[in-house]
């Protein structure tokens, strides 16, 4: 069975210092990963996945398979990055469904 | 475009008492899902469906009943609510591309349920 960890509930930083929210995964196969962002009294919504190997908003995220990780890096954090963050995988064989870690709450001080 | 829709927003239950909490999408999506969301605990999926038609159990299926009604709407019933079942709920759809799920999900703004 695929398994999202995420050990940090809440990481708080000052603005302008570098973030890094931390995913492991556990999974036999190859797995595709994502982050989703929820914004106070937004929607979830996706962040960026690893296929794209895009920065979105300033995050990129690298996925380490001989770590088995999905760590989510921003060099400089911005007040508005403040959010839940939630890592979440899908398996490559069968229905693809999302399971999700248990969030980290990012929380940018001035 | 709407996109996800659900209803209520709110909802306060006494134990034993039923309701439907009622979604639907109009971005033609072909996969629907249906999470609750409990701290600590991150996003659960309870149900889903991943076509017209179709309807799997996820992680926490137990105390709950989907409907696929059609492409739009996939709606969740709690039969006898519980205390246990207070907790907020998703609703979300997702496509496809060149008939491969394309595991972005769109959510719905959530319900919160609380039963007493």
């Not at chain 1, 809440?10 to 492991?24: H, I, M, Q, T, Y």
Request: proline share 4%; with cysteine; glycine share 8%.
């Amino acid at each position: 069975a695929q398994r999202v960890t995420q050990p940090e509930k809440l990481l708080s930083v000052f603005k302008g210092a570098p973030v890094e929210l931390k995913c492991n995964y556990s999974y036999s196969g190859s797995p595709e990963l994502f982050w989703y962002v929820q914004y106070s009294r937004q929607r979830l919504q996706l962040l960026l996945r690893h296929i794209s190997r895009e920065s979105i908003k300033g995050f990129t995220a690298d996925l380490n398979k001989g770590e088995t990780s999905f760590h989510l890096k921003k060099p400089f954090a911005q007040e508005e990055d403040s959010a839940m963050y939630y890592c979440a995988l899908r398996r490559n064989t069968g229905f693809q469904k999302l399971v999700f870690g248990t969030g980290t709450r990012l929380l940018v001080s001035p | 475009n709407a996109g996800v829709t659900q209803t209520p927003k709110f909802q306060v239950l006494k134990t034993g008492q039923s309701m439907t909490l009622q979604c639907a999408q109009d971005m033609n999506h072909n996969s629907m899902y249906w999470y609750r969301q409990d701290p600590g605990m991150g996003l659960r999926l309870i149900y889903y469906s991943a076509s017209e038609g179709t309807t799997d159990k996820g992680e926490v299926p137990n105390g709950y009943n989907v409907s696929r009604l059609n492409k739009r709407e996939f709606s969740l019933r709690l039969e006898s609510a519980a205390p246990s079942q207070t907790s907020v709920y998703f609703c979300a759809s997702s496509g496809q591309f060149r008939g491969l799920n394309t595991g972005e999900l769109f959510f719905g703004e959530g319900s919160r349920l609380t039963v007493l």
